[in-house]
């Protein structure tokens, strides 16, 4: 992988030498991207198995995975809403369904 000037882009050649660009996750890159959110993950951690695909997929990079904080002794997600842009990728990824996509208007009563 080489540089192209700009943090977070780098570029990968393919098996043929064709080089593409890729854009690394990088928090806050895109500014405060928990606004755009329409809907937010939420977990059941009783579901979660601490896998890290929820991790590994998120393209904002806003998951961290806490070990041992979950109610098996497993690592599970804390996700920082102030950049979630609630793409519901984790979601998709998740192979147990342990996180939900909510509305965020069900949120609004709480946060005021
Ligand atoms: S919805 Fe999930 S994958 Fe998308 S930004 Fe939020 S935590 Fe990351
Ligand atoms: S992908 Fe699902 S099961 Fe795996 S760590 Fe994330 S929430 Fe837990």
Known sequence: MTGQGRPGLVAVADPAGH?????????????????????????????????FMCWLYCPEDVIDMKEGAGPRGQAIPVIDYEYCKGCGVCA????????????????????G
């Open 92 to 111: 998709v990824a998740c192979p147990t369904r342990a996180l939900e996509m909510v509305d965020e208007e069900k949120f609004m009563h709480e946060e």
């Open 19 to 51: 080089v593409l660009p890729l854009s690394l996750a990088d928090k806050g890159s895109a500014g405060r991207t928990g606004f755009w959110r329409t809907q937010r993950p939420v977990l059941n951690p009783d579901k979660c198995t601490g896998c």
